[in-house]
């Protein structure tokens, strides 16, 4: 599961007490709630469906998916199931052969999400060996699923535009920048990106 409501408030916490900006906004925009999601493949799949749809259409396709595969949990039900079974519950080609690629690998013994590397790069290099699977999401699986404390999705742009206002930048900051100014809050920049998201949808004087 993700970080807890008192994980979230001590890495904020730690952050605020070297950051006066980061101090000033959780001031303004409160605590975010916690992000949690189940641990395993059943996750991973519903980040798959979710791409490039809204959440509305993302859960109209995942009910027909389940249904069609009579039970969503198990990855051999979904690589019994041909093409056509797939598009039919609302997959396009492209994210049936994600789904493939993911139970495959799970199947095969070769992703373990209970047994992921400890060292957050290492377990992103091992997420994204599914196909569909990029940094971004691979990160967010493991903040929200895994709750690893100092994930931080850089290249999220709602985190790096709320990185630039709460640091009171000009503009938004690139990739690179939006890294390097998370920097000096490590180990707690899973925190941060939960914050940052939190900031984006709250309005704040």
């Given at each position: 599961?993700?970080?807890?409501?008192?994980?979230?408030?001590?890495?904020?916490?730690?952050?605020?007490?070297?950051?006066?900006?980061?101090?000033?906004?959780?001031?303004?925009?409160?605590?975010?709630?916690?992000?949690?999601?189940?641990?395993?493949?059943?996750?991973?799949?519903?980040?798959?469906?979710?791409?490039?749809?809204?959440?509305?259409?993302?859960?109209?396709?995942?009910?027909?998916?389940?249904?069609?595969?009579?039970?969503?949990?198990?990855?051999?039900?979904?690589?019994?199931?041909?093409?056509?079974?797939?598009?039919?519950?609302?997959?396009?080609?492209?994210?049936?052969?994600?789904?493939?690629?993911?139970?495959?690998?799970?199947?095969?013994?070769?992703?373990?999400?209970?047994?992921?590397?400890?060292?957050?790069?290492?377990?992103?290099?091992?997420?994204?060996?599914?196909?569909?699977?990029?940094?971004?999401?691979?990160?967010?699986?493991?903040?929200?699923?895994?709750?690893?404390?100092?994930?931080?999705?850089?290249?999220?742009?709602?985190?790096?535009?709320?990185?630039?206002?709460?640091?009171?930048?000009?503009?938004k900051p690139s990739e690179?920048?939006?890294?390097?100014?998370?920097?000096?809050?490590?180990?707690?920049?899973?925190?941060?990106?939960?914050?940052?998201?939190?900031?984006?949808?709250?309005?704040?004087?």
């Amino acid at each position: 599961m993700g970080l807890s409501s008192e994980k979230l408030r001590e890495g904020l916490d730690a952050i605020a007490a070297i950051e006066p900006r980061m101090r000033e906004a959780v001031a303004r925009a409160g605590y975010p709630e916690p992000r949690l999601r189940d641990r395993g493949y059943a996750t991973l799949l519903r980040t798959i469906v979710g791409q490039q749809v809204s959440v509305k259409a993302a859960d109209a396709i995942w009910k027909k998916v389940d249904a069609a595969v009579g039970g969503i949990s198990d990855p051999l039900r979904l690589l019994a199931l041909d093409d056509d079974a797939l598009r039919a519950a609302g997959l396009s080609r492209q994210k049936a052969s994600y789904g493939r690629s993911l139970a495959g690998l799970v199947v095969g013994g070769d992703l373990d999400f209970a047994a992921l590397p400890q060292d957050d790069e290492e377990a992103i290099t091992l997420l994204t060996r599914v196909n569909g699977i990029g940094r971004w999401s691979a990160e967010v699986y493991l903040l929200f699923a895994e709750g690893r404390a100092d994930i931080w999705p850089a290249g999220d742009l709602a985190v790096q535009i709320e990185t630039g206002r709460v640091m009171g930048l000009d503009g938004k900051p690139s990739e690179k920048q939006t890294r390097e100014i998370a920097e000096k809050w490590r180990p707690h920049r899973g925190a941060a990106a939960v914050f940052m998201w939190h900031h984006y949808v709250t309005e704040v004087i």
